[in-house]
């Protein structure tokens, strides 16, 4: 009789087992769903963040060649304190979007004259155009026609709360010469690489 109770016992035991292993077996397809689950809110939430300080946008035009192509993509930080030759993206007016070369910051004095830049009666180079200057000299042109902030306004510089932008293609360009001074809340991010074409890549 004790053999036989011991056979019973034994036999119970191991249906536990097995009723255990399988709802182990059976609770990992709802732990992965948990986890897909927690990866997609994840992904939304950096996704929604990452949106907020930044932006992939293509260049569109010709304002700032040589330095940018149309059709460049880049990225933009939206939050990036605007910095004397930053490449920013603003706003001008009539739903244009285009981009420009930050030259005058708030309180400057700008001046170009035969082709040098001064900011406050100092004169600064510009190394991001000296090739094309120098190719514009040798054809006996000027790349950078004569200008001074003065000619935007009764302001001897340029105002609080605004930038002085220039494209790059000087010669072939709407830009503060022509739309006047960029307040601050008309400029949607600063150019911080370029993403394509991947042999021009670049971090600026």
């Given at each position: 009789?004790?053999?036989?109770?011991?056979?019973?016992?034994?036999?119970?035991?191991?249906?536990?087992?097995?009723?255990?292993?399988?709802?182990?077996?059976?609770?990992?397809?709802?732990?992965?769903?948990?986890?897909?689950?927690?990866?997609?809110?994840?992904?939304?939430?950096?996704?929604?963040?990452?949106?907020?300080?930044?932006?992939?946008?293509?260049?569109?035009?010709?304002?700032?060649?040589?330095?940018?192509?149309?059709?460049d993509i880049v990225l933009l930080n939206?939050?990036?304190?605007?910095?004397?030759?930053?490449?920013?993206?603003?706003?001008?007016?009539?739903?244009?979007?285009?981009?420009?070369?930050?030259?005058?910051?708030?309180?400057?004095?700008?001046?170009?004259?035969?082709?040098?830049?001064?900011?406050?009666?100092?004169?600064?180079?510009?190394?991001?155009?000296?090739?094309?200057?120098?190719?514009?000299?040798?054809?006996?042109?000027?790349?950078?026609?004569?200008?001074?902030?003065?000619?935007?306004?009764?302001?001897?510089?340029?105002?609080?709360?605004?930038?002085?932008?220039?494209?790059?293609?000087?010669?072939?360009?709407?830009?503060?010469?022509?739309?006047?001074?960029?307040?601050?809340?008309?400029?949607?991010?600063?150019?911080?690489?370029?993403?394509?074409?991947f042999n021009r890549g670049q971090h600026?």
């Amino acid at each position: 009789m004790k053999k036989k109770n011991h056979k019973k016992r034994y036999k119970r035991v191991s249906k536990r087992k097995k009723r255990g292993e399988y709802s182990l077996i059976k609770s990992k397809p709802i732990n992965l769903r948990r986890l897909m689950v927690a990866l997609v809110l994840w992904l939304l939430i950096m996704s929604a963040i990452l949106s907020f300080f930044f932006s992939v946008t293509r260049i569109r035009g010709y304002s700032m060649i040589p330095n940018f192509r149309d059709k460049d993509i880049v990225l933009l930080n939206k939050n990036k304190p605007v910095k004397r030759f930053d490449v920013v993206k603003s706003d001008v007016g009539r739903e244009q979007l285009a981009f420009f070369r930050v030259i005058g910051l708030p309180g400057d004095k700008v001046e170009y004259k035969n082709d040098n830049l001064f900011i406050n009666d100092e004169q600064i180079d510009e190394k991001y155009l000296v090739d094309a200057i120098n190719d514009a000299h040798k054809n006996g042109g000027i790349y950078t026609e004569d200008f001074t902030n003065q000619w935007l306004g009764d302001s001897p510089v340029v105002p609080l709360d605004s930038y002085l932008l220039l494209g790059d293609n000087r010669e072939n360009v709407n830009d503060s010469r022509f739309y006047g001074y960029i307040s601050a809340d008309q400029i949607k991010g600063v150019i911080t690489y370029r993403l394509l074409p991947f042999n021009r890549g670049q971090h600026f």
